[in-house]
């Protein structure tokens, strides 16, 4: 399905939100708003995406589940600045990182809503593609990856996200930041889990032991005390156990290695 062009009403706002994942039940809390025109294209513009979602952050109040900052967001997802070359797929699955963020706030939550107003404008600027498993932000120092939360990390799949990446963006330094780098993984998954495989495509590390983003991805909530963390996975009942016991998860940044 190809994005609607323009989106000038509640209706197509409504139809591209499903084309992107938005589930039905958060996608009927969407609004067309009048009067924010103009910080909705800033959105598209690299340099002043950041500053433009500060701006309708502010302006779009109340807001509680964060639905109409999310509606901006999608009207810009419509005309974000992606290369023709671009395959169509390629750019719905840059965009369907608003249908994971509503569902990711709902498995956190227990609700639909959107907080994650102060990411996606790298989405609607074109700076964030998604190609295969993996997202590639453009930065001054190269090409930032990022690890969606539904991300397939099977070896071949990173690979072959890679290799795509490179044919579309280009040859240049590829890194990572990340809780998956960190070097205290070693002890709490085996050898042959496809988290550490991943960190094997890395080198030249730093790390970061105060880095506390794991909260997010391995427990959902980032609110949650430790003694509170759920142990519904091996990951999660080891980590918790490490952290109970004084242990720092943190994060590591390290360089993609050639291959």
């Known amino acids: ?21 938005v589930p039905e039940a958060a996608a009927e809390n969407l609004v067309y708003e009048e009067g924010i025109e103009e ?13 433009a979602a500060e701006e309708l952050r502010e302006k779009l109040v109340p807001d509680e589940d964060g639905f109409r ?13 992606f290369p023709a070359s671009f395959p169509q797929e390629c750019y719905l699955a840059t965009m369907r990182v608003f249908g994971r963020f509503v569902e990711e706030n709902f498995l956190s939550y227990g609700r639909y809503g ?23 932000e453009r930065t001054d120092e190269g090409f930032s990856i990022h690890i969606p939360s539904d991300a397939d990390l099977s070896p071949e799949a990173v690979r072959r996200s890679i290799r ?5 963006l280009g040859e240049g330094t590829y890194f990572c930041r990340s809780w998956m780098l960190s070097p205290k993984l070693k002890k709490l998954l085996p050898e042959t889990s496809n988290v550490r495989r991943f960190r094997e495509l890395f080198h030249g590390f730093e790390y970061y032991p105060d880095d506390t983003g794991y909260r997010l991805w391995v427990f959902r909530n980032p609110d949650l005390a430790p003694k509170d963390f759920p142990e519904d996975t091996t990951l999660q009942r080891n ?17 993609l290695r050639k291959f």
């Open 39 to 51: 910080l909705v294209l800033l959105l598209n513009d690299p340099l002043r995406a950041e500053e």
């Open 1 to 21: 399905m190809k994005a609607v062009r323009n989106i000038a009403t509640k209706e197509e706002l409504i139809l591209f939100a499903r084309s992107v994942s």
């Open 114 to 136: 959107f907080d994650r107003w102060f990411w996606t404008w790298r989405q609607t600027s074109g700076l964030i593609v998604r190609v295969g498993s993996l997202e590639y």
């Open 69 to 81: 900052i999310l509606s901006a967001m999608l009207r810009a997802a419509v005309t974000a600045p």
């Open 164 to 168: 795509a990446a490179k044919e579309l």
């Open 239 to 255: 980590m918790k156990k490490f952290v109970l016991h004084g242990g720092k998860v943190g994060a590591s940044h390290g360089f």
